[in-house]
């Protein structure tokens, strides 16, 4: 199995070249008809329901090694988000670029998300060449075919807003950060999942996607500067509770 790797000495391996995510933020994820799990039809548009961020999992079932690892390490990484539901707060769309795979092959794979996160977590589709194409490039999600059943791809999924455009690509560097999981997911969907907005907006307020390194970071002066804030608000508190106090008596 090729897939895309860290470039080694400037060498780009011609199976590698033009393998990419491109960060297309904020663009329409491409309505196009696929097959689900089960043979019926299924438009993309109708997995965002307005309410809900997607996580797209772009692979293809066949893919000997690195596609199931990648499906593996998210739901590792998804499993860790105990006050984010899966089917709730988020869904899972997993889709086959390879255009030769049948329902049957993404029912099988459907079953693994199904028995981790719930039935209701995750959909799978396959589709034909032109469609899946269409779908791929909306997300700027560059493959390659190196010869019959083999592709080289990128090892990144995509998390897209409720209401269908691509938000930020999270990169499988040896296994999903369950925290960039978490912020890509909330900030996908500017905070209204899970059950504390209080710590929705302190985590993106605390936190910065850093485009350099693929990942989030803290910002250290905003968490200096909010619990300044904080500090500041608390010893107001006290001091009107005290003087409050003081003339009552």
Not at 133 to 147: D, H, M, Q, T
Not at 181 to 192: H, I, M, T
Not at 221 to 235: A, D, E, P, S
Request: overall charge positive.
């Amino acid at each position: 199995m090729i897939f895309l790797i860290a470039q080694m000495g400037g060498y780009v391996p011609p199976e590698t070249d033009g393998v990419e995510v491109e960060d297309r933020a904020g663009e329409k994820v491409a309505d196009v008809t696929l097959t689900d799990q089960h043979g019926r039809k299924l438009k993309t548009s109708s997995l965002f329901n307005g309410k809900r961020p997607v996580i797209v999992v772009p692979m293809y079932y066949t893919c000997p090694v690195v596609c199931t690892t990648t499906l593996t390490l998210l739901i590792e990484a998804a499993r860790r988000l105990q006050d984010l539901e899966p089917g709730k707060d988020y869904r899972v769309f997993v889709y086959s670029f390879n255009h030769s795979e049948k329902p049957e092959d993404a029912l099988r794979k459907c079953r693994t998300v199904w028995e981790h996160l719930g039935r209701g977590a995750a959909t799978c589709a396959v589709g034909d060449s032109l469609s899946v194409w269409k779908l791929s490039e909306s997300l700027g999600f560059r493959y390659r075919k190196v010869k019959e059943g083999l592709y080289s791809h990128p090892v990144a999924v995509i998390v897209a807003t409720p209401d269908g455009r691509f938000s930020r690509a999270i990169y499988d560097m040896g296994g999903f950060n369950a925290t960039d999981l978490r912020l890509a997911l909330l900030e996908a969907a500017d905070g209204k999942i899970g059950k504390s907005q209080i710590v929705n907006s302190f985590l993106l307020y605390c936190y910065q996607y850093d485009s350099a390194n693929r990942r989030y970071n803290l910002i250290v002066w905003r968490v200096v500067k909010l619990f300044g804030i904080l500090t500041l608000i608390f010893v107001g508190a006290v001091y009107g509770y005290v003087l409050f106090s003081r003339r009552r008596r």
